[in-house]
C-alpha cells in the first residue's frame, strides 16, 4: 500500500499563516470592534450571561471580530480527540501562539459523547473544562439543545466565509454555535498482517471467515453501523432509518454480524492497539488516524468501500461558561483559514472543511485524505439519533446486545 | 467427630459478649465520638445517594440530556426484559466469582498466617502489592494474556501443543477470572485478622485426637470461621457487582453487568436519569442480598446457642 506521506507543514506551505491581506483586514476589523462599546465582546456572551434577547441582537452586528492583538498572554483551553488527533494539533499550537499571542493547553478529550457529559456538567457548576471542544456532530447537537455552547455571529468570525456548506452550524436562534474543524471517514480497516487482500466491500462483515475476529464501534450513534447496513444491504438506502419499522429491519440485518465481533470498542485507543497487534483482523476505523498509524509503520490499511465510507465531521464550538470568548473566537477564525486545514490533511489526513475551492491540495493529496470524495460518501441520517436516541439505544440493546 | 466439633461451639458462645460493649452504658463522650463519622456518612454518602434517586426521577430530553421533573420513565425502562435479564445475569456471575474467590482465598489465607513470618511478610506484601493495581491495568493485562497476538496460547504453540495461537477473550470465563483476579487481595486481607486469631491449641487438640489435617480444617477451621467466610464472601459479592472496566474489556456484550451500562448511560448516552435508576436498583438489590444472608446467618448463630445453652 501506498504510505502516507508526512512532510513538515513548515516547508510544505511556506509563509501562508502570515498573510498580509488578511492580518490588515483584521486590523481595520478591529478598529471597528474598539469603536463599538462591545469591544468585541460576542453578542451571545452577553445573551448567556442573563442579559435578554434584545441585547443579544444589538451586539449580533458585524462589527465584533476578535483582535488578537488585544489578547497576547491570554491562555485558553482546547479539547480534541486523544491519541494521534491531539498530537498532530499540538505540533500546530505553537504556530498559532506566535501569530496571535494566545497561549493554548491542549486537552484530550474522550470521544463518543464521554466529554459531552463532562462539559454538561461542569457548565451546570459554572466551570468550563475546556473554552473550546471539538464535537462529533450528533454531540454538537445535544450539547447545543442542552444550552451549553456560547453563540455568537457569523461575522465574529472573519473566516468562517471559507466554509463549505453545512459547516457553520447555527442554533435556534440563528447564532452560530459551531464551525467546521476537519471531516472525517470512517472506512473498513485491516491489518495488513492478518488481512493479506482487503474486501472492498462492507458486506464482508457479515462474512463469517471473521468469526471473533472484527472491531466495531459499540454506539449506535457513533458507529454509525445503521447507516453503513441500510446502504449495504437495502435498496432503500437511508431512508431506511427514517420510520422505526425501518431502522428494526436494518438492526435485525446487524445482528447478524454480531458472532465476527471480538471487541465492541467504545474508544478509538482500545481499538488501535487491537487493529495494530493483530488482535483483530478487520473492522470499521477512521481513515485519518488509520494513514497516519500506517504511515509510522503500522500494519494497517484503510479502504473506502464501494457501498462508500461514512463520511462524519467534528465542529469547534465555544463553551458557554468561557472566560476567554475573544480568544476562543480567535482560535476558530485562524483554524478555518484554508491554509491550515491544508495542513491537517496532509499531517493528521483529515478531510478540509472549507470549500475545495479555497484549498490548493493536490488531486493526490485530496484522494488521500477523501477517497472518492464527499458525493460517494455514506451521509449518517443524524436526525434518526437526535429524535429517537433513547429508543434507538434500547433496540440496539436488545436486538446487538442481548445474549 | 463430635469431640472434634466442641471447640467450635464454645468459641461461638463468647462472640455475643463483645457486640454487647457499646449498648445502653455508652458514655456521652463516646457518643459525640460516633456522632462524627455517623455525619460524615450522611453527608458525603446519603446526600450523594439523595441526588441520585432525585436524577433518576428527572425527566430525558431526546438528543439533549434532562430536566427536573418526577416522571417514572427511567424505571420503566428498567423493567424491559433486556434490563432484568442484565440484572439476573450480573447477580449470578457476581454470586459465583464470590464463591470462587472465596474457595480459594479461604485455604491460602488460612495456609499464609501458619507459615513463619520470614514468608509470610513478602508473600502479604506481594498481596498488597496486587492491590495498586488499578481495575483498568488487570482488565487490559489480562486481555493480553489472553489475546490472540501476545497471549499463552502463543507459548502453547511454541511448545508445539498447538497447531496456531487461540483468543480466550472476551467471554464468560474471561470476565470470571478477572473479577476474582482483582477481588483476591480484598477477599485475603478480610479473612487474614480473623484466621491469624485462631488458637493453635485448638488445631493441635484436634490433631492429637486423631484428626487428619484436612479433617481438622474443615472440621475445626472452617466452622470457626463461618461469620468470616459469609463477610468475605458478600465483600466479593458487592465488590465485583460494581465493576465495570472488567466485564467491558473482557466480556461480550451478553457478558456485561448492569454496571457496564450504567457506565455507557451516563458516559456515552448522556442518559444520567437512566444511569442513576439502574444505579438505584443496583444498590437496593445488593444491600437487599447482604441484608437477607446477615440476618439468616445471625439467626442460625442465635439457633446453635441456644442449643448448646439447653
Known amino acids: 500500500m501506498t504510505h502516507f506521506r508526512r512532510t513538515d507543514p513548515r516547508l510544505a506551505l511556506p509563509g501562508r499563516f502570515n498573510a498580509p491581506a488578511d492580518q490588515s483586514r483584521r486590523d481595520v476589523l478591529r478598529r471597528l470592534g474598539l469603536t463599538g462599546a462591545a469591544l468585541a465582546l460576542p453578542s451571545s456572551l452577553l445573551a448567556a450571561c442573563g442579559g435578554g434577547s434584545d441585547e443579544a441582537e444589538a451586539g449580533a452586528e458585524p462589527v465584533a471580530a476578535p483582535s488578537a492583538a488585544d489578547l497576547t498572554g491570554t491562555k485558553i483551553k482546547v479539547a480534541t480527540f486523544g491519541g494521534f488527533f491531539e498530537e498532530n494539533y499540538k505540533a500546530i499550537y505553537p504556530d498559532f501562539t506566535a501569530e496571535t499571542g494566545i497561549e493554548v493547553e491542549s486537552i484530550s478529550e474522550p470521544g463518543g459523547g464521554a466529554w459531552l457529559i463532562q462539559v454538561q456538567q461542569a457548565v451546570a457548576a459554572g466551570t468550563a473544562p475546556a473554552d473550546v471542544s471539538m464535537f462529533g456532530n450528533v454531540d454538537i447537537l445535544k450539547a447545543s439543545t442542552g444550552g451549553l455552547l456560547m453563540g455568537y455571529s457569523a461575522s465574529d468570525l472573519a473566516n468562517a466565509t471559507y466554509q463549505a456548506e453545512g459547516f457553520v452550524r447555527t442554533n435556534d436562534a440563528d447564532e452560530v454555535i459551531g464551525v467546521g474543524a476537519a471531516s472525517w471517514y470512517i472506512t473498513l480497516v485491516s491489518n495488513t498482517d492478518r488481512v493479506p487482500e482487503s474486501p472492498t466491500s462492507w458486506k464482508t462483515l457479515w462474512d463469517s471467515q471473521w468469526l471473533n475476529d472484527m472491531a466495531l464501534n459499540n454506539q449506535a450513534q457513533t458507529s454509525f453501523l445503521l447507516d453503513i447496513t441500510a446502504n449495504t444491504w437495502f435498496d432503500e438506502g437511508t431512508t431506511m432509518l427514517e420510520t422505526e419499522e425501518g431502522i428494526l429491519e436494518v438492526m435485525a440485518k446487524i445482528a447478524e454480524l454480531k458472532d465476527n465481533v471480538k471487541l465492541w470498542w467504545r474508544d478509538e485507543a482500545t481499538a488501535q492497539q487491537d487493529y495494530n497487534s493483530g488482535e483483530v483482523a478487520i473492522g470499521q476505523f477512521y481513515h485519518d488516524i488509520t494513514q497516519y498509524a500506517a504511515s509510522i509503520g503500522e500494519p494497517l490499511r484503510s479502504v473506502f468501500p464501494e457501498e462508500g465510507a461514512v463520511l462524519d465531521s467534528g465542529s469547534w464550538a465555544i463553551t458557554k461558561t468561557t472566560e476567554q470568548p475573544e480568544a476562543s473566537l480567535v482560535f476558530i477564525d485562524w483554524f478555518s483559514q484554508p491554509t491550515v486545514q491544508e495542513r491537517l490533511a496532509t499531517t493528521l489526513g483529515t478531510s478540509p472543511t472549507v470549500g475545495v475551492e479555497h484549498l490548493e491540495l493536490t488531486a493526490e493529496d485530496y484522494e488521500m485524505v477523501s477517497g472518492p470524495g464527499p458525493d460517494a460518501a455514506i451521509k449518517p441520517y443524524y436526525t434518526a439519533y437526535q429524535e429517537r436516541e433513547d429508543w434507538i439505544n434500547q433496540q440496539w440493546s436488545e436486538q446487538i446486545f442481548a445474549g | ?310
Open chain 2, 1 to 310: 467427630m463430635t469431640v472434634v466439633e466442641t471447640p467450635a461451639d464454645t468459641v461461638e458462645l463468647t462472640e455475643p459478649v463483645i457486640h454487647d460493649e457499646d449498648g445502653p452504658g455508652m458514655s456521652w463522650s463516646g457518643r459525640i465520638m460516633l456522632m462524627v463519622p455517623t455525619l460524615v456518612l450522611a453527608v458525603f454518602f446519603l446526600g450523594p445517594f439523595a441526588l441520585m434517586l432525585r436524577t433518576s426521577f428527572y425527566r430525558r430530553i431526546q438528543g439533549g440530556f434532562y430536566e427536573p421533573a418526577f416522571v417514572l420513565e427511567s424505571w420503566s425502562r428498567l423493567g424491559s426484559d433486556f434490563y432484568i435479564d442484565r440484572a439476573l445475569f450480573s447477580l449470578r456471575i457476581c454470586l459465583f466469582v464470590a464463591a470462587v474467590t472465596v474457595m480459594f482465598a479461604f485455604p491460602f489465607t488460612w495456609f499464609l498466617t501458619r507459615m513463619k513470618a520470614r514468608y509470610q511478610v513478602p508473600l502479604l506484601i506481594m498481596i498488597l502489592a496486587a492491590l495498586t493495581l488499578s481495575e483498568v491495568i488487570v482488565a487490559f493485562a489480562w486481555d493480553l494474556i489472553l489475546g490472540r497476538a501476545s497471549g499463552i496460547s502463543n507459548i502453547m504453540v511454541w511448545l508445539g501443543l498447538m497447531s496456531e495461537p487461540q483468543s480466550y477473550t472476551p467471554g464468560y470465563w474471561a470476565v470470571c477470572i478477572g473479577l476474582a483476579y482483582i477481588a483476591f487481595p480484598y477477599c485475603v486481607l478480610t479473612l487474614y485478622p480473623a484466621l491469624s486469631r485462631i488458637d493453635r491449641e485448638l488445631t493441635e487438640a484436634s490433631e492429637t485426637l486423631g484428626a487428619s489435617p484436612l479433617r481438622t480444617f474443615f472440621n475445626v477451621v472452617v466452622p470457626l470461621s463461618r461469620t468470616n467466610l459469609v463477610a468475605a464472601f458478600l465483600m466479593v459479592f458487592v465488590f465485583t457487582l460494581g465493576s465495570y472496566i472488567i466485564g467491558q474489556v473482557l466480556g461480550r456484550p451478553e457478558h456485561w453487568t448492569l454496571s457496564v451500562f450504567i457506565s455507557d448511560q451516563a458516559t456515552y448516552n448522556s442518559n444520567v436519569p437512566f444511569a442513576a435508576a439502574i444505579a438505584m436498583f443496583l444498590t437496593a438489590v445488593s444491600l437487599a442480598i447482604v441484608g437477607v444472608t446477615t440476618w439468616l446467618g445471625s439467626r442460625q448463630g442465635r439457633a446453635r446457642q441456644k442449643a448448646v445453652a439447653v
